[in-house]
């Protein structure tokens, strides 16, 4: 961040200072009053107020250190710094270094559309892509790292741990009437390209009327997306010289207009509360729609709680009660998961012991919604 942007002297210094802190310095609350979510902060920070980093529970440690970054940096202050995303280098640097990945899937999307092909083998195809998508992470990686990639078909098929992607489909397709279907972001940059390429696709088919992306309302984690980060890749892929790419871009472009794509932040997707204790206005969002997908690893953990399961627990079980069908798309970079065959983690614990937080294996996991009322309630806190 210090190398990537021209910060003023002051803003450099307390960067330091925040390098400087960890990991064995003090939770404290945010100097950062005049910031909207200052009251929100100060509600999740009072637990763990003068705990140390490495004691704070770590689904909430990575957040509150993302939104430290931001009070560094002044973004919600008036002056230098305010409204500066400074991750904005490295989300450039992932689309520019990925140029070739995303015009493959934008010519990909072109045959399909010229074959007048809009059945469930495209949607598995770009389920797939937006899974390994996933692998692109630059709070991991930076851009011009070589992290994960399954572009190979075979691969990618061989790491791919869980596959629940036809009783998704056969959910959307028992619907009678056009579903509205949610998806939960995570990475700007070409995981952002294939979760529109998706997007293209359900739109593309009928069954589904609408699409809701829920972002991020600030920057964080690096790489996940906002809603400006969302307009600014629709503008680079109208940009750019492929045909396919542009095409894409102009389809988006369109169902943006129509109201069938619509983009939506909140502050609770920044915030580190777990699924389980979602406020009711966000259960009731969520409530409106018949699928939720749910992109990337940090939104897996808040789904099951950033707790260590063990990972035979079935994914259903370890999820938290939710008013919608969800479908997870995550690469593993935590040791958080469920759902797995216990005979495959004992192979992969000998053959790739690190294999949990390298980003290379994947889950396509699906839960239907629980129909309990504590699913539909404000959970409490905790």
């Not at 949607?123 to 994960?148: F, K």
């Amino acid at each position: 961040m210090i190398d990537e942007n021209d910060f003023p002297a002051p803003i450099t210094a307390r960067i330091q200072a925040l390098q400087d802190d960890l990991p064995h310095g003090s939770i404290r609350p945010l100097h950062d009053e005049e910031a909207p979510d200052a009251a929100l902060w100060a509600e999740y920070v009072a637990p763990h107020d003068g705990t140390s980093w490495l004691e704070a529970p770590w689904f909430f440690g990575e957040t509150y250190f993302y939104r430290r970054i931001l009070e560094a940096t002044g973004y919600f202050r008036a002056g230098p710094g305010a409204q500066v995303d400074p991750f904005t280098y490295q989300k450039e640097q992932g689309l520019l270094h990925t140029a070739d990945r995303i015009r493959a899937l934008a010519q990909g999307r072109a045959q399909s559309r010229g074959e007048g092909a809009r059945d469930r083998a495209v949607l598995t195809r770009l389920v797939r892509a937006a899974l390994w998508g996933n692998q692109a992470d630059l709070s991991m990686w930076t851009a011009a790292e070589e992290g994960p990639d399954h572009q190979d078909v075979d691969q990618a098929e061989d790491h791919l741990l869980t596959d629940d992607t036809a009783p998704a489909l056969d959910h959307l397709g028992s619907l009678d009437r056009p579903a509205r279907v949610d998806v939960w972001a995570d990475n700007a940059g070409f995981e952002l390209v294939s979760d529109l390429a998706l997007v293209d696709g359900l739109l593309d088919t009928g069954a589904v009327g609408q699409i809701v992306i829920h972002l991020k309302v600030h920057p964080t984690f690096v790489s996940d997306a906002t809603i400006d980060d969302v307009h600014e890749t629709l503008r680079a892929l109208a940009a750019a010289e492929d045909v396919a790419v542009q095409a894409l871009a102009q389809r988006l472009h369109t169902a943006l207009r129509s109201g069938r794509l619509r983009l939506r932040d909140a502050w609770v997707w920044t915030s580190p509360l777990r699924a389980r204790e979602l406020p009711a206005h966000a259960r009731a969002e969520l409530a409106r729609a018949d699928l939720l997908i749910s992109k990337g690893d940090a939104n897996y953990r808040r789904l099951l709680g950033d707790r260590h399961w063990d990972v035979t627990t079935p994914f259903r079980t370890a999820l938290a009660p939710l008013p919608v069908p969800v479908l997870a798309l995550r690469t593993h970079k935590s040791e958080v998961a469920a759902g797995l065959s216990a005979d495959r983690v004992a192979r992969l614990d000998d053959e790739a012991p690190n294999w949990s937080v390298n980003g290379e294996w994947g889950v396509i996991q699906f839960a239907p919604a629980d129909a309990s009322p504590a699913a539909k309630r404000l959970a409490p806190a905790g």
